[in-house]
């Protein structure tokens, strides 16, 4: 027992690595510049420190982008969109008075994710870049050591889809459906300069490269227009604080009753990326919250799922839960 301490305990230890953490944004972003290949970005760390524990990869540089001012605050534009600093922690958006009083609809997003102590680490722009999870390679060092390598540890293989080419490791943001359905825009700054890109576009269908963001760029603002339609979110996990959900979804409509105009429907924890189910929007638009209309998009939506793979439960049971989420959500809509 004692001879098998010392290996657990090394197996917990984060690869050797040189921390660094800049002043500033433009001193991160010059540093990031020189090296970004074997540099890894961390904010709260919640994710990227258990995963480096994990041996998932082991970043020559790890860079802190902790407390950038630059990254910090919540403020307000002209034209009443709502510009949140990506480096701001989710507990103290859940508080903030400006997010109380001009989006409502993101405070059951920032509180579903994880627990108290996660979220008091934790932080918006690091929720949103989460790293994607698959049951293979989610594991420890030893586990895949045993089982052999996949796509995302860098060798031609996948063991959740036999065959495939394309890593379908899950997205497990929390916040991603909601702040897509209230069309939100991410702001991506390098060395060289910044671009907007709409949050809806931001994921792609790979699970290794799972958004657009370049190497040598960091997330720095979230953009968020303003919104005074209803909204649902909900989400679904083994247990509540604890676990990454089996499914999220996000819904938002102007209207009222089972009146519902510009409908957004958006699912996530079901795929590489969060989907916006514009099938079941479509239907209700046309049909109303009503319980045929209901129906149909709840019919819809098996449709608009497709396949899905690479489950930490069973198919059938994920299918079944993004029909319920979707009825749910929808119903939800309907009270309001």
């Given amino acids: 027992m004692h001879d098998e301490c010392p290996a657990i305990i090394l197996s917990m230890l984060l690869p050797p690595h040189d921390f660094r953490k800049p002043a500033s944004l433009e001193e991160c972003l010059q540093l990031l510049d020189v090296n970004s290949a074997a540099t890894k970005l961390t904010a709260g760390g919640t994710?990227?420190?258990?995963?480096?524990?994990?041996?998932?990869?082991?970043?020559?540089?790890?860079?802190?982008?902790?407390?950038?001012?630059?990254?910090?605050?919540?403020?307000?534009?002209?034209?009443?969109?709502?510009?949140?600093?990506?480096?701001?922690?989710?507990?103290?958006?859940?508080?903030?008075?400006?997010?109380?009083?001009?989006?409502?609809?993101?405070?059951?997003?920032?509180?579903?994710?994880?627990?108290?102590?996660?979220?008091?680490?934790?932080?918006?722009?690091?929720?949103?870049?989460?790293?994607?999870?698959?049951?293979?390679?989610?594991?420890?060092?030893?586990?895949?050591?045993?089982?052999?390598?996949?796509?995302?540890?860098?060798?031609?293989?996948?063991?959740?889809?036999?065959?495939?080419?394309?890593?379908?490791?899950?997205?497990?943001?929390?916040?991603?459906?909601?702040?897509?359905?209230?069309?939100?825009?991410?702001?991506?700054?390098?060395?060289?300069?910044?671009?907007?890109?709409?949050?809806?576009d931001f994921y792609t269908s790979d699970g290794i490269e799972h958004t657009v963001r370049r190497p040598g760029e960091i997330m720095t603002a979230v953009t968020v227009p303003p919104c005074s339609d209803r909204t649902v979110y909900l989400?679904?996990?083994?247990?509540?604080?604890?676990?990454?959900?089996?499914?999220?979804?996000?819904?938002?409509?102007a209207g009222h009753g089972e009146q519902a105009q510009d409908l957004r429907l958006v699912i996530g924890s079901l795929g590489t990326r969060p989907l916006i189910l514009d099938v079941p929007a479509k239907l209700i638009m046309e049909q109303g919250l009503t319980d045929t209309g209901i129906a149909a998009a709840v019919d819809a939506t098996r449709d608009e799922l497709g396949i899905l793979t690479n489950l930490y439960t069973p198919a059938i049971y994920k299918s079944k839960l993004g029909r319920m989420l979707v009825r749910l959500a929808l119903e939800g809509l309907r009270t309001q």
């Avoid at 990869?57 to 802190?64: A, D, G, I, K």
Wanted: some cysteine; aromatic content about 4%; glycine content about 8%.
């Fill in 47 to 200: 994710d990227v420190t258990f995963n480096m524990r994990g041996k998932l990869f082991e970043p020559e540089v790890l860079l802190s982008i902790r407390d950038l001012p630059e990254l910090q605050g919540v403020t307000v534009l002209e034209d009443g969109t709502l510009r949140i600093g990506a480096g701001n922690r989710l507990t103290d958006l859940e508080r903030d008075p400006l997010i109380a009083q001009q989006l409502p609809a993101l405070l059951p997003a920032l509180r579903a994710v994880a627990s108290r102590h996660v979220r008091n680490m934790a932080t918006l722009g690091g929720n949103l870049c989460l790293d994607t999870r698959c049951w293979y390679t989610n594991q420890t060092a030893e586990w895949r050591e045993a089982k052999g390598g996949c796509l995302k540890t860098g060798v031609e293989a996948c063991h959740a889809i036999p065959g495939s080419d394309v890593c379908v490791a899950l997205n497990a943001s929390d916040t991603a459906p909601m702040l897509i359905a209230l069309d939100a825009a991410v702001t991506l700054q390098s060395a060289t300069g910044s671009r907007e890109v709409a949050l809806r």
């Fill in 235 to 253: 989400k679904e996990t083994a247990r509540k604080g604890n676990d990454f959900s089996y499914g999220v979804i996000a819904a938002r409509a």
